[in-house]
């Protein structure tokens, strides 16, 4: 249980066009998403934090224009990369948490990740 | 403001032995603590979880951590290392509430060898 998909696994795009990368919860619904960004060899970035039907709350230094994040029902987040340039490549990480009571609410389940690649 | 420090950034152990990965957290709240593991090109993994029931959690793969809080440590322990353990390890602090952000260390390599 608690399967958390991400697609696409990899993408390459082209310096100024949009990319979104979906995250489900295939087995349990999530009120509160997490996208994370992780550089080679680095730790992970919290980047926002995405409550469904309502708007994500940012972290400083990350532009919510840029990073358009969209949490349409309990099982699915999105996040657009607008106008993507080669400094945006990275790995993309999301991660939910499962919705009712209980101690698993703090527990955290990650998707496999996206790799985005900006030329 | 919450933080974890991961004293290592590699360990290289042999196949067989132990493992003793070290994290020290800081957290003005009492913390739920987690150790997740990242295999390359894998999602990350939970390991185990700490959230202020029993000071020794024990995890999956053999892996166990102990909580102390006079040292706010959670160091992660494994008593024989095996081939693929070897992935990089998080420790990571959070509030323990509902809808709370993670916050993870830098990260320490484990390299097993034969």
């Known amino acids: 249980g608690a399967v958390v998909s991400q697609h696409p696994s990899w993408v390459i795009c082209k310096s100024g066009t949009s990319v979104k990368i979906e995250c489900r919860s295939l087995?349990?619904?999530?009120?509160?998403m997490f996208w994370y960004r992780q550089f080679p060899k680095k730790s992970l970035m919290l980047m926002a934090t995405?409550?469904?039907?309502?708007?994500?709350?940012?972290e400083q230094g990350v532009e919510k224009d840029k990073f358009l994040i969209n949490h349409a029902s309990l099982t699915l987040s999105t996040l657009t990369v607008t106008s993507a340039h080669p400094e945006d490549s990275s790995f993309y990480i999301c991660?939910?948490?499962?919705?009712?009571?209980?101690?698993?609410?703090?527990?955290?389940?990650f998707g496999p990740g996206t790799r985005l690649t900006v030329l | 403001a919450q933080s974890v420090t991961q004293l290592d950034s590699h360990v290289s152990v042999s196949e067989g032995t132990p493992v003793l990965l070290r994290c020290n957290y800081s957290?003005?709240?009492?913390?739920?603590l987690f150790w997740y593991v990242q295999h390359p090109n894998k999602g990350l993994q939970l390991l185990l979880k700490?959230?202020?029931?029993?000071?020794l959690v024990k995890g999956i793969n053999g892996f166990e951590a102990e909580f102390k809080k006079s040292e706010t440590s959670f160091h992660l322990t494994k008593p024989s290392a095996h081939m693929s353990d070897a992935a990089e390890y998080f420790c990571?602090?959070?509030?323990?509430?509902?809808?709370?952000?993670?916050?993870f260390g830098k990260g320490t390599t484990l390299s097993v060898s034969s």
């Open positions: 087995d349990f619904q999530a009120t509160t």
């Open positions: 957290s003005s709240y009492s913390p739920s």
């Open positions: 700490y959230t202020s029931a029993a000071t």
């Open positions: 990571v602090v959070s509030e323990g509430q509902a809808g709370t952000a993670l916050i």
């Open positions: 995405s409550n469904e039907g309502s708007k994500a709350t940012y």
């Open positions: 991660s939910a948490s499962p919705a009712g009571a209980g101690g698993a609410r703090d527990t955290q389940y």
